[in-house]
C-alpha cells in the first residue's frame, strides 16, 4: 500500500523541516530506545553487574531499527515489543535488555532527548527570524506611518518602530524557549513509582551504586542531572512547560502577522509572494500554522491536570499526538515567519499618502500651540480648529472627498500668522517622537537584541533562505 492510500499529517509532508520530522519518526524513536537500553546495561556493567561484553557488542551493532526489526515487534503481542525485537538481533543481550526498568525507563528519557533535539533547532531558526526582523527595523526606523490605537488613527509612529514591538516579543518568546530549554532535564532510572526499588534490590540496597547509575544515564544522554522527585514517570509539568513557552511564540506571531495582514488590506506592507501562485496564498500563507500554534498548550494542560497520583495511563497516547504535533507546528510557524520577514515589501509613497490624509487632525495641536505663542487665545484658536475640522471632516465622510483642513486654514484669516509655518508643521517627522532612536537602542549595535542573539550568532549567520511549501 502506497503511503498516499493512508492519512498524511500536513504539517510533516508539506509545513514542518525534514530535520524535525526526523526527530519524531518511528525509526529514531525506537533506535533512540535502543540507545537507552545500551545506556542502561553499560551503566550497570561498569557498576559491577554481569554482562558480557559480546552483549553490549551485539545490542551497539544494531542500535539503529531496521524495517525487519519493525516488522518483528509488530507481529508481538507483548507490551515491550520492541525489546523482544532488540533481542532477537543481539541474542547475546536477550537477558539483561531493559534489567531493573520499566517502559517509561524508555518512553520518558526519549521524549525528553526528543524535545531537548527539537529546543535545540527551534532556538537558532527563533533568533534568526529576530535578527532578520531587527534589520528591517532599523532600515525602517525614520519612516513615519500611522499609529493606531483601537484601530483608529493616533499619533504618528515609524515602520521600523512598530517592527521593534514585534522584536521585543519574539525576544521574550527566544528566552522563555531558552529558560524551559536549560531547564530540561533526565527521568534516568526510577523504578515504577519513582522509589528505585527495583534497582535497590539489583544492587543490594546500595543507594550508592544507584546514584552513580543516574549520573552515568545523565553524561550519556547529555543531560546536567535528573529530576530529583519523579513518579513512573517525570512529572507532566514539563511538558505543560515547554507547551506554554510554544504556545505563547504561537501567540506573538498570530499578532504579528494579523497585523501584517492589515497593513496589506491597507496596500501599505505584503507578504513576500513572488513564489506563490495563487494571489489568496499571500493571505493564507501564515494561517495554517498560526492559529494553530497560539493553542498548543490546551493537551498538555489537560494532560497535567488529569494526572492522578503516581500516574493515570490517559497521559499516554495524547502524549504521541500532542508533543510531536506542537513542535512540527512551531517548526512550521518558523519556516514561514522567516519567509515572510525576509522579503516584506514596503510601500513608502502608500504610507506617506495615507499618513497625510490623517496629519492635518494630528497637527492641529501644534498649529494652537504656534498661535498661542504669537499670543493668540487658546480658546480661540481651539474654536477655530474644531469649526474648521468638522468641515474637513465632512467632506472626507459624507462627500468622499479628500482632507481639505490645511486648505481651509490657509483661507481663514484668523490663522494667518501661520501660514508660513505650515508646512514646517505638517512635517511627518516632527509627530514621530522619539521612534528612530527607540529602534537604534533597542536593535542596534550594543542594544537588548544584540546581546540576545549573542549565543546564537554562528547559526545566524550560516542561516540560507526558506523555501515554502503551499
Keep these: 500500500?502506497?503511503?498516499?492510500?493512508?492519512?498524511?499529517?500536513?504539517?510533516?509532508?508539506?509545513?514542518?523541516?525534514?530535520?524535525?520530522?526526523?526527530?519524531?519518526?518511528?525509526?529514531n524513536r525506537v533506535?533512540?530506545?535502543?540507545?537507552?537500553?545500551?545506556?542502561?546495561?553499560?551503566?550497570?556493567?561498569?557498576?559491577?553487574?554481569?554482562?558480557?561484553?559480546?552483549?553490549?557488542?551485539?545490542?551497539?551493532?544494531?542500535?539503529?531499527?531496521?524495517?525487519?526489526?519493525?516488522?518483528?515487534?509488530?507481529?508481538?503481542?507483548?507490551?515491550?515489543?520492541?525489546?523482544?525485537?532488540?533481542?532477537?538481533?543481539?541474542?547475546?543481550?536477550?537477558?539483561?535488555?531493559?534489567?531493573?526498568?520499566?517502559?517509561?525507563?524508555?518512553?520518558?528519557?526519549?521524549?525528553?532527548?526528543?524535545?531537548?533535539?527539537?529546543?535545540?533547532?527551534?532556538?537558532?531558526?527563533?533568533?534568526?527570524?529576530?535578527?532578520?526582523?531587527?534589520?528591517?527595523?532599523?532600515?525602517?526606523?525614520?519612516?513615519?506611518?500611522?499609529?493606531?490605537?483601537?484601530?483608529q488613527p493616533a499619533q504618528l509612529i515609524t515602520v521600523g518602530r512598530r517592527a521593534a514591538q514585534f522584536v521585543q516579543d519574539l525576544v521574550m518568546d527566544l528566552d522563555d524557549i531558552s529558560k524551559v530549554r536549560a531547564d530540561l532535564r533526565y527521568r534516568g532510572a526510577q523504578g515504577t513509582t519513582g522509589t528505585q526499588a527495583s534497582f535497590m534490590e539489583i544492587f543490594h540496597g546500595d543507594g550508592a551504586k544507584i546514584d552513580k547509575l543516574n549520573e552515568i544515564l545523565c553524561e550519556?544522554?547529555?543531560?546536567?542531572?535528573?529530576?530529583?522527585?519523579?513518579?513512573?514517570?517525570?512529572?507532566?509539568?514539563?511538558?505543560?512547560?515547554?507547551?506554554?513557552?510554544?504556545?505563547?511564540?504561537?501567540?506573538?506571531?498570530?499578532?504579528?502577522?494579523?497585523?501584517?495582514?492589515?497593513?496589506?488590506?491597507?496596500?501599505?506592507?505584503?507578504?513576500?509572494?513572488?513564489?506563490?501562485?495563487?494571489?489568496?496564498a499571500k493571505e493564507i500563507l501564515q494561517a495554517n500554522s498560526e492559529a494553530y500554534g497560539a493553542n498548543l498548550n490546551k493537551n498538555a494542560s489537560d494532560t497535567y491536570a488529569a494526572q492522578w497520583f503516581e500516574r493515570t495511563l490517559d497521559d499516554s497516547a495524547i502524549r504521541r499526538i500532542t508533543i510531536p504535533e506542537m513542535f512540527l507546528s512551531a517548526d512550521a510557524i518558523c519556516i514561514t515567519m522567516d519567509n515572510v520577514v525576509s522579503g516584506l515589501v514596503v510601500y513608502p509613497?502608500?504610507?506617506?499618502?495615507?499618513?497625510?490624509?490623517?496629519?492635518?487632525?494630528?497637527?492641529?495641536?501644534?498649529?494652537?500651540?504656534?498661535?498661542?505663542?504669537?499670543?493668540?487665545?487658546r480658546q480661540d484658536a481651539h474654536e477655530e480648529i474644531r469649526v474648521l475640522s468638522h468641515q474637513a471632516s465632512d467632506i472626507v465622510k459624507k462627500e468622499g472627498g479628500k482632507n481639505d483642513l490645511i486648505e481651509r486654514i490657509k483661507k481663514t484669516e484668523f490663522f494667518s500668522p501661520v501660514w508660513a509655518d505650515l508646512d514646517d508643521l505638517l512635517d511627518p517627522k516632527n509627530f514621530i517622537g522619539r521612534s528612530s532612536e527607540s529602534v537604534e537602542k533597542f536593535c542596534g549595535p550594543g542594544g537588548e537584541v544584540e546581546a540576545a542573539l549573542k549565543p546564537f550568532r554562528k547559526q545566524i549567520d550560516s542561516s540560507k533562505a526558506i523555501e515554502l511549501s503551499v
Design 31 to 151: 533506535s533512540t530506545w535502543r540507545t537507552l537500553w545500551i545506556d542502561l546495561a553499560e551503566a550497570e556493567k561498569e557498576l559491577g553487574l554481569d554482562i558480557s561484553d559480546e552483549a553490549l557488542k551485539q545490542m551497539k551493532e544494531h542500535r539503529v531499527v531496521t524495517d525487519e526489526d519493525f516488522k518483528i515487534a509488530s507481529e508481538e503481542e507483548k507490551s515491550m515489543a520492541h525489546v523482544h525485537a532488540f533481542g532477537q538481533v543481539a541474542p547475546a543481550a536477550a537477558g539483561i535488555i531493559h534489567y531493573g526498568a520499566t517502559s517509561c525507563y524508555c518512553t520518558d528519557n526519549a521524549d525528553l532527548i526528543f524535545q531537548r533535539d527539537a529546543l535545540d533547532l527551534l532556538l537558532p531558526k527563533l533568533a534568526t527570524i529576530i535578527h532578520k526582523l531587527s534589520a528591517f527595523a532599523l532600515e525602517y526606523r525614520d519612516l513615519p506611518t500611522l499609529g493606531y490605537t483601537h484601530y
Design 1 to 27: 500500500m502506497s503511503r498516499n492510500d493512508t492519512y498524511q499529517t500536513p504539517l510533516a509532508g508539506r509545513y514542518a523541516s525534514t530535520e524535525m520530522t526526523t526527530i519524531f519518526s518511528p525509526r
Design 220 to 280: 550519556k544522554a547529555g543531560f546536567p542531572s535528573c529530576y530529583p522527585i519523579s513518579t513512573q514517570t517525570y512529572s507532566r509539568k514539563v511538558d505543560l512547560r515547554i507547551a506554554n513557552a510554544l504556545s505563547s511564540f504561537g501567540a506573538t506571531v498570530q499578532k504579528i502577522t494579523s497585523d501584517i495582514r492589515h497593513l496589506a488590506n491597507l496596500k501599505e506592507i505584503e507578504e513576500p509572494f513572488e513564489r506563490v501562485s495563487l494571489p489568496l
Design 349 to 377: 509613497k502608500r504610507i506617506h499618502s495615507r499618513v497625510m490624509e490623517e496629519l492635518p487632525f494630528m497637527a492641529t495641536e501644534a498649529i494652537i500651540m504656534r498661535l498661542v505663542a504669537l499670543g493668540r487665545s
